[in-house]
Every structure is written in C-alpha cells, then in structure tokens.
C-alpha cells in the first residue's frame, strides 16, 4: 500500500489533453494503413507478448502465434 505522501499528482488538463490528441492521431494514422499492414502490426504484437504470457502460464491453443508472414 501507498503512504498518502507519496502518491502521484493528479495529471493536468493540458497533459491530459495533449494525451488524447497524441491517442486521436495515431488513430488517425492506423485507419490509413492498409489490412497488409494491420496484419503486419498485430503479427508483431503477437511476437512481443506471448513469449511474455507464456512464462506465466501455458498458452491455450488459440493463443498460439499464427504461422504465417504478411
């Protein structure tokens, strides 16, 4: 448990802000791609963390990567 001296400020509008803009436009940009390039993207994603998950725990067969390349 946290001391109550040491707790986080609370985030200020304009940083707050300046995150959802930042989330907005790489939303932006992801719609752009084109599907070669999302299954790409997830491929990736997939190699990062199910070597992680793995450690934890057995992979269940449909968390298994996918055997291909975009």
């Known amino acids: 448990m946290v001391s109550p001296d040491r707790r ?3 985030a ?3 940083l707050l802000d300046a995150l ?5 436009s790489l939303r ?12 790409r993207i997830v491929l990736e994603m997939q190699r990062i ?3 992680l ?10 968390e298994r990567p996918w055997a291909i390349t975009p």
């Not at 932006?28 to 299954?39: A, F, I, P, S, T």
């Not at 998950?53 to 449909?62: G, H, N, T």
């Open 28 to 39: 932006r940009q992801r719609e752009k791609l084109d599907l070669r390039e999302k299954v």
């Open 53 to 62: 998950i793995a450690r934890r725990r057995r992979l269940a067969e449909w």
């Open 20 to 24: 959802r803009e930042g989330k907005a």
């Open 49 to 51: 963390c199910l070597p």
């Open 12 to 14: 200020s509008p304009r």
């Open 8 to 10: 986080r400020p609370r």
